[in-house]
């Protein structure tokens, strides 16, 4: 598959645009999780590059290309910066992550099937790298930071949107409709991944099973405490010196998180 100059210039602004909202969502969670400038710049270049660099390593076919191209480095600079200064939190923060993921997924997606039809891969392995390019930053910054994969519990608002988004690409391609196919396809996947968030999951037949989070956890979650369901005496103690150096305010505050989160969760446990 040669690429024309168009649809080379496509391409990368798709990819660019991936990289860069990735590194800011990496970035800001490092950022909650009060890292020092190494481990923030850490998960801000692990988060928008590791979907490609696993692309690439599996292509197998000379460096990749994150290590040729500096605009990948660069972009993945800026959007750390980004989240280093501006101040994403509350209401602003979750809006910003959860529609910066759903872009992600399309742009991603594209990307890694363009690379597999460019290695002249049949359909399923393009598919395939389309996955693996669209999870593969989620999947590397919930390693490293020691927490379960979300891939494996609760990222089927981006698995199936990205092989939705591959097979449209596919299909447009064989039809010589290249740039076409990407925007598309680019387009698709954030709206299969909306409906899929408001209900069509269960429409599906998608719904997972509901599990009470410990209450450690939840109150953890209100103060901006991080735990981990696999060291609950650590976890434990880090909330209880969390509550101790809480002051009134940041209590009250707390509750009214919890209070907010336990009320949406049952509410769309039961809807």
């Excluded at 605009?71 to 101040?87: M, Q, V």
């Excluded at 990407?182 to 996947?189: D, F, G, R």
């Amino acid at each position: 598959m040669d690429f024309s100059d168009d649809v080379g210039t496509l391409y990368f602004v798709l990819e660019y645009t991936g990289v860069l909202l990735a590194a800011t969502i990496g970035g800001t969670v490092a950022k909650r999780m009060n890292f020092d400038i190494v481990g923030f710049a850490f998960v801000a270049l692990i988060s928008s590059l590791s979907g490609g660099l696993m692309r690439d390593a599996i292509l197998n076919d000379g460096p990749a290309a994150a290590m040729t191209n500096p605009g990948y480095l660069i972009t993945s600079t800026i959007g750390g910066l980004i989240a280093y200064f501006a101040p994403l939190r509350g209401k602003l923060w979750e809006n910003f992550r959860f529609y910066a993921d759903v872009v992600t997924i399309g742009v991603w997606a594209v990307g890694g099937t363009i690379k597999g039809l460019n290695a002249e891969l049949s359909w399923v392995p393009c598919v395939l790298l389309a996955v693996i390019t669209a999870t593969g930053g989620t999947l590397a910054r919930d390693v490293v930071l020691r927490q379960i994969p979300a891939l494996f519990t609760s990222e089927k608002m981006t698995v199936f949107p990205a092989i939705i988004a591959s097979v449209i690409m596919l299909v447009l391609n064989r039809f010589d409709l290249v740039w076409e196919g990407m925007l598309a396809a680019a387009i698709a996947a954030p709206l299969f991944a909306l409906a899929v968030y408001f209900g069509g999951d269960k429409l599906l037949g998608l719904q997972t099973k509901r599990i009470e989070r410990p209450l450690e956890e939840k109150i953890g979650e209100a103060l901006g405490v991080d735990t981990d369901s696999r060291r609950p005496a650590e976890s434990g103690k880090e909330v209880r010196d969390a509550l101790e150096g809480a002051s009134d305010e940041q209590l009250v505050q707390a509750l009214r998180v919890m209070l907010h989160n336990e009320v949406r969760e049952s509410t769309e446990a039961k809807s």
